[in-house]
Each structure stands twice: as C-alpha cells, then as structure tokens.
C-alpha cells in the first residue's frame, strides 16, 4: 500500500496558513463533534499504545504538583498540560490525515 505522497514545505505552509482562515474549520468541527467518541476511543488507544500516562508521566505529574513555589508549581503544571496538549493534537492530526486518506481511498485498508 503506497503511503501519502509527500508535500512540500511549501505546500504545507499553504495549507496551515488556508486552515487559519475564518470559518475554514466549522465543516470538519461538526463532522469531529458527530463522532467525538469514536475518535476519543482512537486517542486514548494510541496513548495508551505509547504508553503516554506510563510511570514517567505519572512521576511528572507527581513533580509539577509537587512543587512548593505556588509560582513555579503553575508554571511546572502549565508546561506538562501544555505537552499534554501538542501530544494530543499530533495523534488528532495523525488521525486526521489516516481519515481523510481513507476517505479518498475506501477499498484500502
């Protein structure tokens, strides 16, 4: 099974800047909102399968609340939400392009 074909830096410039465009998303939000639980089972899976809330991951959460400085605590907690958050959006963006190649291309699997 071919993979996707590649693209360009430039290509993919265009289309991040095309996606910052007012009222570009609402289409593909109501379609994610229809099957929000389908792809939450998704996420959770490939988080699980890399094993993200492991024993290092508890270990830091442990660390960021742990923290005495109620100022570096926020900021220790704030930076793993915030690397919560970009793991998160790389699976959803994985996800995402696996659909729409599957959408393109429904008798490969």
Same mark, same amino acid.
């Given at each position: 099974?071919? *993979? /996707?074909?590649?693209?360009s830096d430039?290509?993919?410039? %265009?289309a $991040?800047?095309?996606? =910052?465009?007012?009222?570009?998303?609402?289409?593909?939000?109501?379609?994610?909102?229809?099957?929000a639980?389908?792809?939450?089972?998704?996420?959770?899976?490939a988080?699980?399968?890399?094993?993200?809330? *492991? /024993?290092?991951?508890v270990a830091?959460?442990?660390?960021? %609340?742990? $923290?005495?400085?109620? =100022?570096q605590?926020?900021?220790?907690?704030?930076?793993?939400?915030?690397e919560e958050?970009?793991?998160?959006?790389?699976?959803?963006?994985?996800v995402?392009?696996e659909?729409?190649?599957?959408?393109?291309? /429904?008798?490969?699997?």
């Amino acid at each position: 099974m071919p *993979g /996707p074909r590649p693209y360009s830096d430039e290509e993919v410039e %265009a289309a $991040v800047q095309a996606l =910052a465009e007012p009222g570009r998303l609402e289409d593909a939000q109501r379609l994610v909102s229809g099957n929000a639980p389908q792809l939450q089972r998704i996420l959770n899976q490939a988080l699980e399968d890399s094993d993200w809330f *492991g /024993p290092t991951h508890v270990a830091e959460v442990r660390k960021a %609340a742990g $923290v005495e400085d109620p =100022a570096q605590r926020e900021v220790a907690v704030r930076t793993l939400i915030a690397e919560e958050t970009r793991v998160s959006m790389l699976i959803g963006v994985a996800v995402g392009l696996e659909l729409a190649r599957l959408l393109d291309n /429904p008798t490969e699997d």
